[in-house]
């Protein structure tokens, strides 16, 4: 399965960019963003299963907004008030509830810098 992701940049501080990700042909029962930074863990950012409530960490909440469109087999993540904490690859996972199984996307750049 090739997840294809885009929507990465570089943004000022205060900015916004919206990431999309998209799985043709197949939908997941949790699709989510994670982030790598240099020198940390790859952490997750936002996921949303299908029929849930999306979860955020802490770091984001109230500033990201991740979204699902089933017709279009496409995850979203909205980033606004953008921080220079948030410079980071960006990674889109998909996987079902049931499963060890789980792909990834090619990072996407995103940088928040004056």
């Known amino acids: 399965v090739q997840l294809q992701a885009s929507g990465g940049g570089l943004v000022q501080p205060g900015g916004s960019l919206r990431l999309s990700c998209t799985t043709p042909g197949f939908i997941f029962d949790i699709m989510g963003w994670y982030r790598q930074a240099p020198g940390n863990q790859r952490e997750l950012v936002a996921a949303?299963?299908?029929?849930?409530?999306?979860d955020y960490v802490d770091s984001v909440k109230g500033r990201f907004t991740i979204s699902r469109d089933y017709a279009k087999h496409t995850v979203y993540l909205q980033m606004n008030s953008l921080k220079p904490e948030d410079t980071a690859v960006y990674y889109c996972?998909?996987?079902?509830?049931?499963?060890?199984?789980?792909?990834w996307g090619k990072g996407t750049q995103v940088t928040v810098s004056s």
């Open positions: 949303q299963p299908v029929g849930g409530r999306a």
């Open positions: 996972n998909a996987r079902h509830f049931i499963g060890p199984q789980e792909f």
